[in-house]
């Protein structure tokens, strides 16, 4: 057994598996168009729309290159994949104090916004 895969490095290499194999099911299914993968159940709740709703599409969206569509259906999510990858590669940056409240506030307002039914915050609703 090569050296690489060990008790230390299994955890990783599986959630990299993981997220290759959730990736190839989200570029083959789109999940506006199949019953694969469930509605948001807060949407159902309450017809809001949460900062997630949109996510899966828009992922869909971006890994057949329609940046345009992706971020109509999520603005959030294409507009933060930049500071994830940031997040990955300087994880150092997420134990920073401000980091995890900063987020959560842009989510509760995005959250928040996105519901509201007047121009320009009716554009952040999935569409």
């Known amino acids: 057994m090569p050296t690489w895969i060990g008790r230390k490095n299994f955890p990783v290499i599986l959630g990299c598996f993981l997220v290759v194999a ?12 199949t019953v694969l993968f469930p509605p948001c159940p807060f949407h159902w709740a309450t017809g809001l729309y949460c900062p997630g709703c949109g996510a899966l599409r828009a992922v869909h969206l971006l890994l057949h290159g329609r940046l345009i569509a992706a971020f109509n259906m999520n603005p959030l999510l294409v507009l933060s ?6 997040l990955l590669l300087r994880p150092r940056w997420a134990y920073l104090t401000w980091v995890p409240w900063f987020a959560a506030a842009v989510l509760v307002a995005f959250g928040i916004l996105r519901n509201l039914p ?5 554009l952040m609703a999935p569409h």
Do not use: E, T
């Open 22 to 33: 959730a990736g190839f099911v989200l570029f083959l299914f789109n999940p506006a168009d």
């Open 81 to 86: 994949l930049p500071f994830l990858a940031a």
């Open 118 to 122: 007047v121009w320009p915050f009716d």
